[in-house]
């Protein structure tokens, strides 16, 4: 499978985003998918996952409440709506693909290339 993310930009603090991934050459709603995020130094971090139906979601503490993972399977797409940005939430974010359900960036298999998000303070 092939992910494509897009979205990312430079926003103010306090202000939205919405990412999107695309996704081809795979039955979509086969997987699991998340995201994560990675700030040039660091290691690449959890951020949500979302179901194969959509129905069950999960998030990091630190962006609980101001994030919303969703997925559209007819459009083979994942979005992630992110309000209330922090300058924290700098980083380039990365959709990936999963057959289990976790958190765990070792049970993630498929990766788009990233995009980058970039908030002002």
């Known amino acids: 499978v092939q992910l494509q993310a897009s979205g990312g930009g430079l926003v103010q603090a306090g202000g939205s985003l919405r990412l999107s991934c695309a996704a081809s050459g795979h039955a979509f709603n086969c997987y699991i998918m998340g995201w994560f995020r990675q700030v040039p130094g660091n290691e690449r971090e959890f951020v949500a996952a979302?179901?194969?139906?959509?129905?069950?979601?999960y998030y990091a503490d630190s962006v609980k409440g101001r994030f919303t993972i969703s997925r559209g399977n007819a459009r083979n797409t994942v979005y992630l709506q992110m309000n209330s940005l922090k300058p924290e939430d700098t980083a380039v974010y990365y959709c990936?693909?999963?057959?289990?359900?976790?958190?765990?960036?070792?049970?993630?298999?498929?990766w788009g290339q990233g995009t980058q998000v970039t908030v002002s303070s």
């Open positions: 979302i179901t194969r139906s959509g129905s069950l979601t």
């Open positions: 990936a693909t999963a057959d289990i359900w976790s958190r765990r960036i070792t049970s993630y298999n498929y």
